[in-house]
């Protein structure tokens, strides 16, 4: 599946529901709204006529720079999701045009890059614009946006700084979000069963009998929530991290495993790498893409793609640290942080991403540093001979998603 780079960043964790629920400060019941249902509506806060609105990579609110400090594609130019009511499913960036208003009356053209309804709130459409950069720090600006020539209401959006502008247009009123249906329970997918979640590591079990490696097992939800360990007999007790490098220069204290800097040579708990596996492939795979702890090792080394000398980091480059549970208030799904070490994949029921199964038990705890020479670990066999039944649909997984024409990795196993 080839998709511009822009699609797959929007779709890259599905963050825009999750987003626009928090925005509209109502996770359960949303906020009425005042529009007429017979157009196309710009959703804004409940009390006033500001947008809803997000930086579409990092989910930050106004006010909005027009270049980013990092450069996600082809350019550095900051993309805006907005939040629409009235766009038929369906719908793409063709079909949709999008212009601002400043305080001296100028008109900005916000070139329309993605169209797209929120995942699990249908009423509701996600529309990507690129910022003009001749709107550096100018203030408040009016949007709107056209769709088939009919024009919407216009939202207010701060660009450099909140404040200023253009007044709201005559007769303008808040606009927040509709009533969305309560979601109905889904009989056949969304959540493993204990029966399901059994099944999986007995299968991976039995394959790791097959090739005589015994492992530790990890089945994590979709939210990364630890659903079952299995050790098998004889599996190591541990597992050792290691930077891809000719080995650890440092030698691990006997008694905490730990080494005196950093991390490379540190031993620590098997099955917490095989939860972090796990995870790994749990919170990153979505209706729109799978990806697996291969993937995430692809995209988090320090040049994209790895092993390609002068380019800059993966898209994704040192998220293995930065998500490590060493905050007071970070959640500790992932016990080891963000995954590359290939021996992990998410699982599906029905076309819907609901967990992830990891396998760690070769000692070694590390990132794929050379993606040409197709390397197949017995961990990575392991994990897809465990989700037989619940495998991914082809059309989304990783190594069908092209980012700035770079193939990511998926698995490097063809028959398990």
């Known amino acids: ?87 038929p499913a369906g719908e793409n960036a063709s079909a949709v045009t999008a212009n601002a208003e400043d305080g001296a009356h100028n008109i900005y053209h916000l070139t329309v890059e993605y169209v797209g309804v929120v ?67 889904a009989t056949t997918a969304g959540t493993l069963t204990t029966a399901e979640v059994q099944t999986i590591i007995a299968q991976a079990v039995s394959a790791a009998a097959q090739l005589g490696h015994p492992v530790t097992v990890a089945v994590t939800d979709r939210e ?81 793609p790895p092993g390609v000398d002068f380019k800059p980091g993966g898209p994704l480059y040192g998220v293995q640290f930065s998500s490590l549970p060493c905050g007071d208030i970070k959640i500790p799904g992932l016990p080891l942080g963000l995954s590359g070490d290939p021996g992990s994949v998410p699982i599906y029921k029905n076309g819907e991403a609901v967990g992830g199964v990891g396998i760690e038990g070769d000692g070694v705890y590390t990132v794929d540093r050379d993606p040409t020479d197709f390397d197949q670990p017995f961990e990575e066999v392991i994990a897809v001979s465990g989700v037989r039944g619940f495998e991914a649909p082809s059309l989304v997984r990783g190594d069908n998603i092209l980012v700035d024409g770079i193939r990511l990795a998926y698995i490097n196993v063809t028959n398990a």
């Open 1 to 87: 599946m080839t998709a511009k780079f822009f699609g797959t960043r929007t779709r890259f964790l599905f963050a825009a529901c999750a987003c626009l629920l928090l925005l509209l400060n109502s996770p359960n019941v949303p906020l009425r709204t005042h529009a007429q249902s017979n157009k196309v509506t710009l959703i804004s806060e409940e009390t006033s006529t500001r947008a809803v609105a997000v930086e579409s990579v990092t989910q930050t609110r106004e006010p909005f720079a027009t270049t980013s400090p990092a450069n996600w594609g082809t350019d550095n130019q900051t993309r805006v999701m907005l939040f629409a009511m009235g766009v």
């Open 224 to 304: 990364a929530n630890v659903l079952g360990v299995f050790k098998m007999t004889g599996a190591p007790a541990t597992t050792q991290f290691r930077g891809g490098g000719p080995g650890p220069s440092q030698v691990p204290n006997p008694l905490t495993g730990f080494v005196p800097i950093g991390f490379d040579g540190t031993v620590v708990p098997a099955k917490l790498g095989a939860i972090s596996k796990a995870a790994t492939a749990s919170i990153f795979s979505t209706r729109g893409n799978a990806f697996t702890a291969r993937t995430a090792s692809f995209i988090i080394q320090e040049h994209f």
């Open 119 to 185: 995942p699990e709130q249908e009423w509701a459409t996600s529309i990507v614009v690129r910022l003009n950069d001749q709107m550096a720090g100018i203030g408040d600006v009016l949007v709107g946006i056209s769709y088939q020539g009919s024009p919407s209401n216009r939202v207010r959006v701060g660009i450099g700084h909140v404040g200023g502008g253009p007044p709201d247009d005559p007769g303008s009123v808040p606009t927040p979000g509709t009533i969305a249906p309560p979601p109905q329970p």
